[in-house]
């Protein structure tokens, strides 16, 4: 009888520790389920919040002005409902850089004025001092530089006053583009909400080096040509006969090979030897390189042209021809 009892005890404290056991299994379990789940709800956020577009990104927006390069670089904030943009979000009394993050750089590759102010070659970080009666345009020589602190405008090198203007159209995003191209300069304009300023920038020009009549004189002649259809230099193929002449102190030639309907008037000015770059003429003057063509004459023992290849920057040729006399 002792005997079974003993026995009826040791079953039922195995058969408790293995319910026991078993519980804390359960337990264990929900606890996993429990913690996978906060784990992968948190890498979902965490891949959300890495796809996730930043509140100004970075915009960059360049133009070449006869061989002068104008490149700018600067976060774009957007105005997303706040409201006034100036005297508000760009508060007055403060010099601050038109853009966010680090400062909005500006670079020339060559010496430019803006609005009649000269400015060196070099890159720049951009500031503009807002006053409710005025602004005022800087250019700071240190360019790498966050949006704060300010500079003092008075401490620049070069400052001067700027007119805003208010524009029909609203620009939800900071935006700078060159809304006009001349030949000698760029209007550079930076617009946001219904606010603009329009800077006037001048390159210096290519200076031109003309022939002398003596010179031109190897050259003039009546050439039988070949065009080869090269968009967009040469927008077919054909042939012709074409002048080679002095006419108003430019080697001059006539050529009609598209892409618009009017003949290519245009001066040859010399590059190297034998070797010439074509400026399209307006009313006589040049106007216009074209693009980055090249004419490469062959001359004979007394450096009389027989032929030239007409050539574009990847050494594709659009046109040739020979001499006919």
């Keep these: 009888m002792l005997r079974h009892n003993l026995s009826n005890l040791i079953r039922r404290a195995i058969e408790a520790q293995i319910k026991k056991t078993r519980t804390m299994k359960r337990i264990i379990f ?13 890498l979902c956020l965490a891949t959300t919040s890495t796809g996730q577009i930043a509140a100004s990104e970075l915009g960059t927006v360049s133009q070449a002005v006869d061989g002068t390069l104008i490149s700018i670089e600067y976060s774009r904030p957007s105005r997303r409902d706040r409201d006034p943009l100036f005297g508000g979000v760009m508060a007055y009394g403060q010099v601050i850089t038109p853009g966010a993050n680090m400062a909005t750089t500006i670079e020339f590759s060559k010496n430019v004025t803006i609005n009649g102010n000269a400015v060196p070659a070099g890159k720049y970080s951009v500031w503009i001092g807002f006053e409710e009666d005025g602004w005022e345009f800087g250019l700071d020589e240190t360019w790498q530089r966050f949006h704060g602190p300010h500079p003092v405008m008075d401490d620049l090198e070069i400052h001067f006053p700027v007119q805003p203007q208010e524009m029909p159209l609203e620009m939800e995003t900071l935006t ?5 191209v001349r030949k000698d300069g760029t209007t550079l304009r930076m617009h946001w909400g219904t606010t ?5 920038v001048k390159v210096e020009p290519t200076p031109l080096v003309n022939i002398t009549a003596e010179e031109a004189a190897l050259y003039e002649g009546m050439y039988a040509i070949t065009i080869y259809k090269n968009p967009p230099w040469a927008m077919y193929d054909g042939s012709a006969e074409v002048p080679l002449t002095y006419e108003g102190g430019y080697l001059h030639t006539i050529l009609n090979i598209g892409p618009y309907s009017d003949p290519h008037d245009m001066a040859l000015f010399p590059k190297s030897p034998q070797v010439f770059y074509p400026i399209l003429l307006m009313d006589g003057e040049p106007a216009e390189k074209f693009g980055t063509a ?7 023992s ?5 032929s030239f290849e007409a050539r ?3 050494d594709s040729i659009f046109v040739s021809g020979k001499r006919m006399e």
């Design 302 to 306: 007394s450096g009389r042209a027989i």
């Design 176 to 180: 700078f583009h060159f809304p006009a």
């Design 294 to 300: 090249y004419f490469e004459f062959e001359v004979d």
């Design 312 to 314: 574009r920057e990847d």
């Design 30 to 42: 929900k606890t996993c389920l429990a913690l996978s789940g906060v784990v992968l709800t948190a």
């Design 196 to 200: 603009a300023i329009d800077l006037d």
